[in-house]
């Protein structure tokens, strides 16, 4: 999973030099979704691994959250989530930023 993240990643670092402002809507569109789903996988992966193996997968990531966030649409995030859980979107708002905020914490 976090060799999958890493290239989602990396295909959205890149995906940001496109210079038509359609076709990179449309991209960061599709890579926003892939990256929500990558997120929410990565979680479920934390969450049944032990501190060690969290520790060591974060390691051996090349590029960092924290690197990409800027890049990330929050509103469209939050609304595939409601959407997804049938949910509130303020409450989507609060589960992806405590996804973001252990995912940092864990050194991604």
Known sequence: IVTFQQQVNASLLQTARISDPASQKHALSAIQAVGT??????ALV???SSKSAVAQMAAHSTIKLAMVQPLLNRCQAAQTVADHYREPLGLA???IAQAEQNQLMAGF
């Open 46 to 48: 934390e969450s049944v």
């Open 37 to 42: 789903v990558v997120s929410a996988m990565l």
């Open 93 to 95: 708002r609060i589960q």
